[in-house]
């Protein structure tokens, strides 16, 4: 929200441009060596090894790579200001790998509360850092060191909670075990990346860094939504499934509990943001940015469609079927790079008509080749989807109405947003207890620890 106000669009445009270059290199930063040590059902010391030296490796080669493809990236798209940034990232990545093994074992070992403290330290640094240097007119460079004093203060406090008996020393003998299956992940991540990317590559170079900055915020608004639920929910449920499939064999019923869940809560977000997002970007970046409410609404829809294939990734993934998620990635990023390549070349509108159409045909591959693997029922997954249905659409009347009557974009963004909000809230609510979502069983919980605290 500040940052919004304190850089220009095409600041934004600028570093967002590098950073999806950037992301073709975050991809393969440990060859899905982390993921490897979260789901490995015999983890012996040769093998923790193997996992340190892979990360430890490709962070320095990253580092290298990234520092003299800097100067080159920066006159292709004519801007001097994506060398420095890339400057940055480069001692970034050198950085990042003395994070990275402690937090795998984290996960694995499902310690969330350490996970939360390194998480919110390392970001809250992150972000002081970027705003002060923001502050001082540093420009989009700004954002670059935010970044890296975030991966400091992460790799400083992973060293702090690192298991005493960890290896220092990195080994190659189980190293070809671990690239095994982090080639794969690999590959999966790199259509993802590839597919996520298209769009802001495509606009840098066919339209304008304007437009860029514009399609960043718009998707950086929806993103909330993977950055505040989905992402947490991921960490653990990756190491939930693992565990499921460690013990038992089978995790089709975790798996229709977690998709119930993120579709209900997806879809009440996805509802909210289509209706208030003009409201919700005055309020969060200022006026500056209300050219991005109309893609911010095509990205909501298309947010909605995904939501039903959220924890496919996760499941195949914790089961070490990484073979069957790189052929869904790679034909369902395929489908996204055509549809938002074309798009972006027409515009901002087109650009989110055709993520709207990968994001459906994305859910429909996924859930397929999930099916195939883990074998959940078909019958109890429409029950799942038509139960979260009906939370989402109970929760999304109050802000439809309310959009009806100010309309797109209200001269006054504070009594629709005053009234939207918790009529959504209170929607969501009367629907999770009225149609006994499997929700209820997590806000019962919570209301009897808060009874419990405060009797």
Request: aromatic fraction near 12%; include cysteine.
């Amino acid at each position: 929200m500040v940052i919004a106000r304190l850089l220009t669009p095409q600041d934004i445009g600028v570093f967002s441009v590098t950073m999806v270059l950037l992301t073709f290199v975050a991809t393969v930063r440990d060859m899905g060596a982390g993921g490897y040590l979260v789901q490995e059902k015999e983890l012996t010391n040769d093998r923790i090894r193997a996992v340190w030296a892979i990360q430890l490796g490709l962070g320095i080669g990253l580092a290298l790579l990234v520092f003299a493809a800097s100067i080159p990236v920066a006159i292709f798209y004519n801007d001097m200001r994506m060398r420095d940034i890339m400057f940055v990232a480069a001692i970034n990545y050198a950085v990042n790998p003395f994070g990275s093994l402690t937090y795998a074992w984290q996960i694995r070992e499902m310690r969330f509360d350490a996970l939360a403290l390194v998480r919110f330290s390392a970001t809250l640094t992150g972000a002081l850092v970027s705003v002060y240097l923001a502050w001082l007119d540093f420009g989009p460079i700004s954002l670059a060191f935010g970044a890296l004093a975030s991966t400091i203060v992460n790799a400083l406090m992973a060293i702090y909670f690192r298991p005493k008996w960890f290896p220092w020393l990195p080994g190659l003998k189980e190293i070809r075990r671990v690239l095994a299956y982090g080639s794969q992940t690999t590959g999966a991540a790199m259509f993802t990346t590839l597919g996520g990317s298209a769009a802001e590559l495509v606009l840098g170079k066919m339209q304008s860094m304007l437009a860029t900055g514009l399609y960043s915020r718009a998707s950086g608004l929806v993103a909330m939504f993977d950055r505040l639920v989905l992402s947490g929910i991921s960490s653990v449920s990756i190491a939930w499934f693992a565990k499921q499939s460690r013990d038992h064999g089978s995790i089709a019923q975790p798996f229709l509990k977690s998709t119930s869940y993120v579709t209900a809560i997806g879809w009440t977000f996805s509802a909210a943001l289509f209706f208030l997002a003009y409201p919700a970007i005055r309020l969060l970046y200022g006026s500056q940015w209300d050219g991005a409410a109309n893609t911010t609404r095509l990205l909501a829809i298309g947010l909605a469609f995904n939501m039903p294939a959220a924890m496919t990734s996760s499941a195949l993934t914790a089961t070490g079927a990484v073979k069957q998620a790189l052929q869904a990635t790679a034909i369902t990023t395929t489908i996204a790079i055509i549809c938002t390549a074309i798009g972006a070349a027409f515009g901002l509108t087109a650009l989110g008509i055709g993520i709207v159409a990968a994001s459906a045909i994305r859910t429909i591959f996924w859930l397929k080749i999930t099916h195939s693997e883990i074998q959940f029922d078909w019958r109890e997954m429409s029950k799942t989807l038509r139960g979260s249905a009906a939370v989402g659409g109970m929760a999304a009347v109050g802000p439809a109405v309310i959009f009806s009557v100010y309309g797109a974009r209200p001269a006054n963004i504070w009594l629709p947003l005053a009234l939207s909000i918790p009529s959504a809230f209170l929607g969501f609510l009367g629907a999770v207890i009225l149609c006994k979502h499997p929700l209820l069983e997590e806000i019962n919980s919570i209301w009897f620890k808060v009874k419990t605290l405060y009797p």
